[in-house]
């Protein structure tokens, strides 16, 4: 069975620091999906990483995708304070014609000034 | 382009009440999904389906949880009776199916709320 976590649950940071989010997975996966969730909001898609290595990138935001380790990674860079939300990633398992997708717990997001 | 459509976005009901939820997916896009987000269990898939037939159902927690897809532009989720622990935000998304660099589409939810 797919197990996705992420960690950490909750993070708290300030203003021009950076902080990495990170996505492990239980089993091997076709694709993995970042999302963001304002609080009583709908989910925003933010990235889609299809292959080992895959690096993605929008404005302070960067994902990347490590297959082989199970690994996914969301890295904040000089964080501001319209980044606060939870930040989910979403796994496909491998094989199949399947678009079944698996969440991680989600990490809360919060930028202090 | 229209998004995906849910409706109510809010519903407050008595225990034992029946209560449909509603969606219209992306036009175009032929994979539905209702999802529940709670504190507890967070994210959670209760069904799918594809070309309008439910491929994946293990994720509706008991016989008092129904889905039906009529057509392409038009799906329900049912909960009769109702009961205090279905209180929830209900997802509807929508994708096409098998298209690997696509994410599926989140609707604004309906935050369910059973007295």
């Known amino acids: 069975e797919l197990k996705v976590e992420q960690n950490p649950l909750f993070l708290s940071m300030q203003e021009g620091k950076n902080y990495t989010i990170y996505c492990n997975y239980s089993?091997?996966?076709?694709?993995l999906y970042w999302y963001r969730q304002d609080p009583g909001k709908s989910l925003e898609s933010l990235f889609v990483l299809l292959s080992n290595g895959a690096v993605k990138q929008e404005g302070r935001l960067m994902a990347s995708l490590d297959t082989k380790a199970r690994l996914s990674t969301l890295h904040i860079t000089a964080a501001v304070h319209d980044l606060s939300a939870t930040y989910f990633c979403?796994?496909?398992?491998?094989?199949?014609?399947?678009?079944?997708?698996?969440f991680g717990t989600g990490t809360l997001l919060a930028v202090q000034p | 382009d229209a998004g995906v459509i849910q409706s109510p976005r809010h519903e407050v009901t008595e225990m034992g009440q029946e209560v449909t939820l509603r969606c219209k997916p992306i036009s175009g896009h032929n994979s539905l999904f209702w999802y529940r987000q709670t504190m507890m269990r967070g994210l959670e898939l209760l069904i799918y389906?594809?070309?309008?037939?439910?491929?994946?159902d293990s994720g509706m927690p008991e016989d008092r949880f129904s889905a039906k897809m009529p057509n392409a532009s038009f799906s329900t989720l049912k909960i009769q009776p109702s009961e205090p622990r279905d209180s929830a935000v209900y997802f509807c998304?929508?994708?096409?199916?098998?298209?690997?660099?696509?994410?599926?589409?989140f609707g604004d939810g309906t935050r369910l709320s059973i007295l």
């Open positions: 979403a796994v496909v398992g491998y094989g199949g014609a399947t678009n079944k997708l698996i």
């Open positions: 089993t091997t996966s076709d694709r």
């Open positions: 389906f594809n070309n309008n037939v439910p491929i994946d």
């Open positions: 998304a929508s994708s096409i199916w098998d298209s690997r660099n696509q994410p599926q589409h």
